[in-house]
């Protein structure tokens, strides 16, 4: 008898490749919007360091966009590998969202990239920041997409079930979807945190090790004054995410906040700082709770019904609820964590004055920049996780279940040599990323390189007559 099913395992391997690509994109997202604004300001401004940190950083996004390109790979050719009841019921719709993010978002990338990298002096200043900003334009724009089928999942909108099989009704309706907007900027943002957060990091380490400190310090100052209106943002934006999510699905709202009991009328549903919950019991094994704080952060009203776990059948509640509850906590605690790191230093650059010899004195300011770059990335996968594990058991919200999205002809030790193939696969990936990371932050920018004449690409160019 095998330990593990075929769902068990494809739902492990989707994980699995999941957790690993979205490393990825959400850096490209960031950094190529970064390498933008130094790209912009180098043009604007004519100094020539902020084109030096255009060459700087843009060697780190094309090695992230490289690996983000090959982990994404697997991903796509699951769906029609291990979940082919979920290609065949969704394909109309997913499979037309899905089209349109590589023809519309990955060729944009991939077509201007090379222009972004090896374009310096081969073409007009003008036409390499235009290369700059449609990669930019371009992993945005693929974000989009992939955020609208997942949201569409999570709250489908515009479509029938037609003889087992989603037919699209409205367009519209499918692709803004009541939980799309929630979606894309959540995720969006969190990406822009998550570069703002590395290029902080990378600067804070070179700082506090003397290296390039003038340099550095323009890379550090320009990522925390973004970060300073983007940390806030989202934190806005994850109040407004968390409403919804109670709203549309009252299971996973439920599930994240260990909330079994749905409060009485004319009375606030509490909410658990920390607890245990206990899915076999259908309680908590222990609380620490706030009375009437759960209305109030799921309705914004005192008073506001909030579903508990005891009155949705067991069979559709989510699994694994301490993982929910927690990576839930843990996601929310980081967004406020930045949120204080920023304002933090915010104070100690204006009691500086901006003096670089005063914020080298800040040491473990720096040290904390350094330390954090890991938690972007920490909170973006327990998002993942909250999303969706909690929308479980349910591969499309109320109209497919997870079960009957499996592949039926697929044999769990497949499944599980694929697991072993992807992870194998993976480690060395990973390794061959942080040695050439590595060369990266050793080498440092190049403070010899000068930009290339505005008529170099012209004067190059043949000249002629026919």
């Not at 994404?72 to 979920?86: K, L, R, S, V």
């Not at 769990?412 to 590595?438: D, K, N, Q, S």
Request: aromatic share 14%.
């Amino acid at each position: 008898m095998n330990l593990f099913t075929t769902l068990d395992l494809s739902r492990l391997q989707f994980a699995l490749t999941a957790v690993f690509h979205i490393l990825w994109p959400i850096l490209t997202i960031s950094l190529s919007a970064f390498v933008f604004l130094v790209e912009a300001l180098w043009l604007r401004s004519g100094e020539v360091v902020w084109y030096r940190h255009a060459r700087f950083w843009s060697r780190l996004l094309l090695l992230n966009f490289a690996v983000g390109v090959v982990s994404g790979i697997p991903m796509e050719f699951q769906f029609g590998t291990n979940w082919a009841g979920f290609s065949a019921f969704t394909g109309q719709f997913v499979g037309n969202i899905l089209g349109f993010e590589g023809a519309m978002a990955f060729m944009l990338e991939a077509g201007f990239i090379g222009i972004m990298m090896f374009g310096w002096g081969r073409v007009p200043r003008g036409v390499h920041l235009f290369a700059t900003g449609m990669v930019a334009l371009g992993s945005s724009i693929s974000a989009f997409w992939i955020m609208v089928t997942n949201s569409w999942m999570q709250t489908p909108a515009g479509v029938a079930v037609v003889d087992g099989k989603v037919v699209v009704t409205d367009y519209a309706a499918a692709i803004f979807n009541p939980g799309m907007a929630f979606g894309v900027g959540h995720m969006w943002v969190a990406a822009m945190e998550t570069g703002l957060v590395v290029v902080a990091g990378i600067s804070a380490w070179h700082l506090l090790r003397r290296r390039q400190p003038a340099f550095f310090v323009r890379s550090f100052k320009l990522a925390l004054l973004t970060l300073a209106v983007v940390a806030p943002l989202q934190v806005v934006l994850g109040d407004a995410s968390g409403v919804e999510v109670f709203a549309r699905q009252p299971a996973k709202g439920a599930a994240i906040e260990g909330h079994w009991d749905t409060n009485a009328p004319g009375s606030g549903a509490s909410w658990s700082l920390l607890a245990w919950p206990d899915q076999d019991a259908q309680d908590n094994a222990w609380s620490l709770e706030v009375p009437g704080m759960l209305s109030v952060l799921g309705t914004h009203s005192l008073h506001g019904r909030v579903t508990g776990l005891r009155d949705i059948p067991r069979a559709d509640q989510p699994p694994m609820l301490p993982l929910l509850y927690y990576a839930f906590r843990l996601m929310a605690g980081i967004g406020f964590a930045f949120l204080l790191l920023a304002w933090w230093t915010a104070v100690v650059v204006r009691r500086t004055r901006g003096d670089l010899a005063g914020l080298l004195a800040h040491r473990r300011l720096l040290w904390a920049w350094v330390l954090a770059i890991p938690l972007p990335y920490l909170a973006v996968e327990c998002g993942w996780i909250v999303r969706e594990v909690g929308r479980q058991p349910w591969v499309v919200y109320g109209l497919l279940r997870t079960r009957d999205a499996v592949s039926a002809a697929v044999a769990a030790p497949e499944v599980g040599a694929t697991i072993a193939m992807f992870l194998g696969f993976y480690v060395v990936l990973l390794g061959a990323f942080f040695v050439f990371a590595r060369q990266w932050l050793r080498a440092g920018p190049d403070l010899a390189a000068l930009p290339p004449a505005p008529d170099a690409a012209l004067s190059a160019a043949p000249v002629s007559y026919h």
